[in-house]
């Protein structure tokens, strides 16, 4: 069975790509990364990207793989824009993994030379709920350990010139039940990005 991605987007997407990320025959079931260049009105062209990255707990170094493939797409995918990339997506990586950390480039040498990314999330306040996984949601399969902070948005850095992709904030939506039914089995990530629009 293949895994899916989708982009939503109320504005024109004009360009799209596809990756098939790296994994060993035992633990290839089709991961991709999912590149839509989205126009907004009067604003620079966002260059976008989701992924969903292989889950057993014990595959940090395919993950590692795999961040260095996605990292690699965005950069031959970003140009022609100030707007810097926004990565998105279920990454099945704490955020002190080697993957996170080296897709991030800030705290290990980047997956691309020169290229980083800021976790969106570090940008919220202090405190707030981070887990975008827990136990406590029924669609959860039992006995995977603690929940966990598993899904991102990153943001390329530094910003565009007139502030384009920098973070004023950020939260979550989906992560408790509504009239009984949980959404998914993993919260959402939400930014807001400044986003350089000229009036």
């Not at 293949?2 to 035992?26: E, K, M, Q």
């Amino acid at each position: 069975m293949d895994i899916g991605n989708a982009v939503l987007s109320r504005w024109p997407v004009t360009d799209r790509a596809t990756l098939r990320l790296p994994a060993p025959p035992d633990l290839d079931d089709g991961r991709q990364a999912l590149y839509a260049r989205v126009e907004p009105p009067g604003g620079a062209p966002v260059p976008f990207f989701t992924t969903h990255l292989t889950s057993p707990l014990h595959a940090s170094a395919v993950r590692v793989q795999q961040v260095r493939a996605l990292a690699e797409f965005v950069a031959e995918h970003s140009g022609g824009t100030p707007f810097p990339p926004v990565v998105t997506g279920d990454f099945n990586a704490w955020p002190d993994s080697d993957e996170i950390r080296a897709f991030g480039g800030t705290r290990t040498a980047p997956a691309v030379p020169g290229q980083v990314f800021f976790d969106a999330w570090e940008y919220a306040e202090q405190g707030a709920p981070a887990a975008t996984w827990t136990p406590e949601n029924p669609y959860v399969h039992p006995g995977l350990g603690p929940g966990g902070r598993i899904d991102y948005i990153h943001v390329g850095g530094p910003a565009g010139p007139d502030g384009e992709g920098t973070v004023r904030g950020t939260g979550r939506a989906g992560h408790g039940p509504v009239d009984g039914v949980w959404p998914s089995d993993h919260a959402a990530v939400v930014a807001d990005l400044t986003g350089g629009v000229t009036a």
